[in-house]
């Protein structure tokens, strides 16, 4: 079946704007993970979902950051007033069990946001 | 707070060479995840052990998973071209839900 797809690929943003970043998670997956990769580092967790519900948001660099995944399916990484310490890849993965951290996750090809 | 290191950051080889990445955590891990990533590419997961002295195989790779389950390390025998990218690995982090913490990776060179 098709695995994690995220959109848009690229994002060229200028500092200031709003981004909205959309993942589609392998369907039926209840859990999906957004993590944020700067250029040479390994990811970092920003914040997961099980299904509809936002249970861990600890990774989210500041208010800017808000993400939603309302019907627990598709789900939406939006930075509000974009800085250039923003510019990395955000990766989503999901997971089709619940969280408890032994289970594989698949990662989609990632974002990458470039803030001018 | 836990944290996942790994070395060498950079590993240059001619291929045909062996190639090992270590990764040690601060604390002890319920199971401990390897993840490569192509240039240009996202993370794909390899494997997962969980049972501590664990070692697991697949082709060219050997896995381990230490006694104490707070390292591993991922040996790659007879490299290839193909190997090339960035090697993570990446443990659960024990004060949330479950998302991993990852290592800075390897990033593994091969010269043909």
């Known amino acids: 079946g098709a695995g994690v797809s995220q959109s848009p690929r690229y994002k060229v943003a200028k500092r200031g704007q709003d981004v909205a970043l959309r993942c589609d998670p392998i369907s039926g997956h209840v859990s999906l993970f957004w993590y944020q990769q700067a250029l040479g580092q390994g990811p970092e967790f920003l914040t997961y979902f099980q299904n509809e519900a936002q249970l861990d948001k600890s990774g989210l660099p500041s208010d800017r950051f808000f993400a939603e995944r309302p019907e627990g399916s598709v789900s939406t990484l939006k930075i509000q007033r974009t800085q250039q310490e923003d510019s990395a890849v955000y990766l989503c993965?999901?997971?089709?069990?619940?969280?408890?951290?032994?289970?594989?996750?698949?990662f989609g090809p990632g974002t990458r946001l470039l803030v001018l | 707070g836990q944290q996942v290191m790994q070395i060498p950051q950079y590993q240059h080889v001619q291929e045909g060479e062996d190639f090992t990445t270590y990764c040690n955590s601060s604390?002890?891990?319920?199971?401990i995840q390897w993840y490569k990533q192509r240039p240009g590419g996202h993370p794909v997961f390899l494997i997962q052990?969980?049972?501590?002295?664990e070692v697991k195989k697949q082709k060219r790779l050997t896995f381990q998973f230490g006694e104490a389950k707070k390292n591993s390390s991922l040996h790659i025998t007879a490299t290839q071209t193909t190997d090339v990218g960035t090697y993570f690995c990446a443990g659960p982090d024990g004060g949330s839900q479950g998302n991993l913490i990852f290592g800075k990776g390897t990033k593994l060179s091969v010269k043909p």
């Open positions: 604390t002890t891990l319920s199971n």
């Open positions: 993965a999901s997971s089709s069990e619940v969280a408890g951290g032994g289970e594989t996750q698949y």
């Open positions: 052990l969980v049972k501590s002295g």
